[in-house]
T-cell receptor, first 114, second 110 residues
Framework: DSGVTQTPKHLITATGQRVTLRCSPR?????VYWYQQSLDQGLQFLIQ???????AKGNILERFSAQQFPDLHSELNLSSLELGDSALYFC?????????????FGEGSRLTVL | GIQVEQSPPDLILQEGANSTLRCNFS?????LQWFHQNPWGQLINLFY???GTKQNGRLSATTVATERYSLLYISSSQTTDSGVYFC????????????FGQGTRLTINP
């Protein structure tokens, strides 16, 4: 158990819908990262938050947004869903926001868009 | 951005065999981690090893940062070692995010 909690574990929805994925970081960790794992793209970095502030942005679509709340949990919102958004979405956390430090990953949220 | 290449892409071995997985990266790093993704999709931390050598049971890893590569050794393989092994690196410019390689798929047959 990494200590990073993600919900829901599985989610099935239809094209055009909107979903929210939730992540609780390890106790004491200030940084949260979101990754997408699809069959053809591998593990892709989406976005990082550090203590409530956006720190880095990767290949995140405009239809996707995220935020980190004062209690440090984070939510990833995916809207106007397309078939290609079907993927495993991981959240990770670490103590710091820059420099060295180990990242720990949650078990992922598997999204299926039909 | 930094490039991460893992080899081999696929490896099939018999139980009890030893294996070496390689990770090459194109720039200086301040973070390097090895993960095992099990058949259920979970990413398990194996090593945090931006430099040097570490061992944990049957697994060990070495990173030679000056030559931009890392090796993961698995000895006396077991069927539960099957899965995909990822190397991921981070740079200061990258704000600590990890860039993943494409992985090595390891299959251990009984």
């Amino acid at each position: 158990d990494s200590g990073v909690t993600q919900t829901p574990k599985h989610l099935i929805t239809a094209t055009g819908q909107r979903v929210t994925l939730r992540c609780s970081p390890r106790s004491g960790d200030l940084s949260v990262y979101w990754y997408q794992q699809s069959l053809d793209q591998g593990l892709q970095f989406l976005i990082q938050y550090y203590n409530g502030e956006e720190r880095a942005k990767g290949n995140i679509l405009e239809r996707f947004s995220a935020q980190q709340f004062p209690d440090l949990h984070s939510e990833l919102n995916l809207s106007s869903l397309e078939l290609g958004d079907s993927a495993l979405y991981f959240c990770a956390s670490s103590v710091g926001g820059r420099g060295t430090g180990e990242l720990f990953f949650g078990e992922g949220s598997r999204l299926t868009v039909l | 951005g930094i490039q991460v290449e893992q080899s081999p892409p696929d490896l099939i071995l018999q139980e009890g065999a030893n294996s070496t997985l390689r990770c090459n990266f194109s720039d200086s790093v301040n973070n390097l981690q090895w993960f095992h993704q099990n058949p259920w999709g979970q990413l398990i931390n194996l090593f945090y090893i931006p430099s040097g050598t570490k061992q944990n049971g049957r697994l060990s890893a070495t990173t030679v940062a000056t030559e931009r590569y890392s090796l993961l050794y698995i000895s006396s393989s077991q069927t539960t070692d099957s899965g995909v092994y990822f190397c991921a690196v981070g740079t200061i410019q990258g704000a600590q995010k990890l860039v993943f390689g494409q992985g090595t798929r390891l299959t251990i047959n009984p």
